[in-house]
């Protein structure tokens, strides 16, 4: 059963520019991003209270290999909630 996991719209947003960047800089590099962006993904669901605690639920979770992004989770009904910024 996969968990549910919902993604503040700007986050998304963010999240698809910066593929599109990196792309851009190297051919196939934007998906690499997106791959290790969800393999954190799958890493937060399984593991909510890794990361470093920001404030009460909030917890910063960095994406390996790619300085310019980090997610920021919380539990919101049950689910993952992720918004994203740069490192």
């Known amino acids: 059963m996969e968990a549910e996991v919902s993604f503040h719209r700007l986050a998304e947003l963010e999240l698809n520019e910066?593929?599109?960047?990196?792309?851009?800089?190297?051919?196939?590099?934007?998906?690499?991003?997106?791959?290790?962006?969800?393999?954190?993904?799958?890493?937060?669901?399984?593991?909510?209270?890794?990361?470093a605690i920001i404030l009460g639920n909030v917890r910063r979770r960095l994406v390996r290999r790619f300085s310019l992004c980090s997610l920021v989770h919380h539990k919101a009904r049950g689910c993952p909630h992720i918004s994203s910024h740069e490192s």
């Open 18 to 51: 910066a593929a599109a960047y990196y792309e851009l800089e190297k051919q196939g590099l934007g998906a690499r991003f997106l791959r290790e962006v969800d393999r954190c993904i799958e890493s937060l669901v399984k593991h909510p209270r890794a990361g």
